[in-house]
């Protein structure tokens, strides 16, 4: 299937924006959850640890001598976290454990995680309090947190950075003895510690979208990049193709891109180069047209002034009046070329073309063929009764006529002309093979061109080098191609024309 520069520059354009979003949205919605079930454990720690300190403080003293005051809540980590006390008036008046200074940030092994935390904390700087933590942001957590917690209420805040990134998640409960409160119980733990390796999945996560993302973006700016430059060199060769000085049209290559690799541009250059095509041999033709009418005109008018001038000269008008009748009958046949080259040059432009069955049309072809040449013609048709093309049977009669007539032409030796139509595959090949070779001085393009003929001089029947063109055209009429080649002591032209009803082109 070939892709537009619309629709390859919308699928960009889509991978750029939704794909990285969907698997950044992925990672907020993991990291929601991790968020849920730490802060519910948290709240569970905090309370755990007031009902110990509320029903045995004495197993709470000896913890504290030997050093270990949460032996009963291991997966507490004092080198991240602490546990403060204060009292009634929120003044703490217990700290114990330990949390890392704000600049302290964990490195990770992981190249798609490092990428990922330095991605957050960037989103973090440019958007703070963005992501979803759950806790609503507050300036002063720790007053907030305490004043709570006086009013008998369990809370939990988040510690920010002066950038917005969360250091800590702080949990707080009342402490009750004896059914007084006598104030609360605060742990907090960092959110590196809080997290422990799903942060770091999280981070790697955040990290592989980053880096999609990235590429997507190298990708558009690189086929941007590709699109103007291609875009560039089709000016670049426009401007080259034609010579103002000279008003010669030059080279101008076509694309060489497979057809399913195509899009706009590779389109706009072959119809581009196409159209040069069709100027350079209208200039080929326009460049022809004075030397080939000079050559034509120059025997009848030659025979015709002389013929006059001996009628003058000798009073008699025979054989000179038959001579000046031979001219005018040279004259005429050259403007009836002229005008038939015309006249189907503007039935091609004038005629809509309709299905026909191209085999009815070669079989009566090929009896009236047969009846006028016999035995110089040998006739082959190997196509099916149901074979159609889309175009007009009476232009490519005349085509088909304008190649027998060639091959005719220029055929040598005695074996007979051939006239073959064979059908391959969904192409019906339509062609005349005669004894001969091409002039090495003209290729097969050249050959194709109006106005160029390469019978002998020494001709009586004028040419102008029409044949060939009338073929060209009525090939193309017909969505096909004309072509002539040259194999061993044989030429070979003929026409390929696609068996596609109009209906289906």
Not at 112 to 118: D, S
Not at 312 to 326: F, V
Not at 356 to 381: C, F, N, P, W
Request: hydrophobic share 40%; proline share 5%; net charge neutral.
């Amino acid at each position: 299937m070939r892709l537009s520069i619309r629709q390859r520059f919308l699928i960009l354009l889509a991978l750029l924006l939704i794909f990285p979003f969907l698997m950044y949205r992925m990672a907020l919605d993991f990291n929601r959850k991790l968020l849920e079930q730490q802060i519910v454990q948290q709240s569970q720690t905090v309370q755990n640890l007031a009902a110990i300190l509320e029903n045995r403080p004495d197993l709470w003293a000896l913890q504290i001598f030997k050093g270990d005051p949460t032996r009963q809540l291991r997966h507490l980590d004092l080198n991240n976290a602490g546990i403060w006390l204060f009292n009634r008036n929120g003044t703490t008046t217990y700290v114990v454990g330990h949390l890392p200074k704000e600049e302290a940030v964990t490195a990770y092994d992981d190249f798609f995680a490092r990428i990922g935390q330095w991605t957050i904390r960037q989103i973090h700087a440019l958007f703070p309090h963005t992501l979803p933590y759950l806790i609503p942001y507050d300036a002063n957590p720790e007053k907030t947190l305490i004043q709570q917690v006086l009013k008998g209420e369990t809370a939990q805040r988040f510690r920010f950075d002066a950038k917005g990134r969360p250091l800590s998640l702080m949990s707080a409960t009342p402490l009750i003895v004896n059914g007084k409160q006598l104030g609360g119980i605060v742990v907090e733990e960092r959110v590196e510690s809080l997290f422990g390796p799903q942060l770091q999945n999280f981070y790697h996560v955040v990290g592989i979208a980053t880096s999609l993302l990235v590429l997507l973006m190298m990708a558009f700016a690189f086929y941007g990049l590709t699109l103007s430059g291609r875009i560039r060199r089709l000016q670049l060769d426009v401007s080259r193709a034609f010579d103002p000085a000279r008003y010669r049209i030059g080279a101008f290559p076509d694309t060489r891109k497979p057809n399913w690799q195509q899009d706009e541009v590779d389109n706009l250059r072959h119809s581009i180069f196409e159209m040069l095509q069709h100027i350079r041999q209208y200039e080929t033709f326009l460049k022809a047209l004075p030397k080939a009418l000079r050559h034509e005109l120059h025997n009848p008018l030659n025979r015709l002034s002389m013929s006059l001038q001996r009628i003058e000269e000798t009073g008699r008008t025979e054989p000179y009046i038959e001579h000046a009748r031979h001219g005018v009958t040279q004259l005429q046949r050259i403007i009836t070329a002229l005008g038939e080259a015309g006249s189907i040059e503007q039935s091609v432009l004038s005629e809509t073309p309709h299905t026909y069955r191209v085999s009815e049309m070669l079989h009566a072809l090929a009896e009236a063929l047969q009846e006028h040449y016999g035995d110089k013609l040998k006739i082959t048709l190997q196509l099916s009764d149901a074979a159609s093309v889309c175009g007009d049977g009476f232009l490519l009669e005349q085509a088909l006529d304008k190649l027998i007539s060639n091959a005719f032409d220029f055929h040598q030796g005695k074996a007979p002309v051939q006239f073959e139509a064979i059908q391959q595959n969904n192409v019906v090949d339509i062609r005349v093979i005669n004894r001969g070779t091409l002039p090495e001085t003209l290729s097969p393009e050249q050959l194709f061109t109006g106005m160029t003929s390469v019978r002998p001089k020494t001709s009586s029947t004028p040419h102008l080098g029409l044949g060939l063109y009338i073929v060209r055209l009525v090939a193309q009429f017909h969505g096909g191609e004309a072509y002539i080649r040259q194999e061993g002591n044989t030429v070979i032209a003929g026409l390929k024309l696609p068996l596609t009803p109009c209906d289906q082109v």
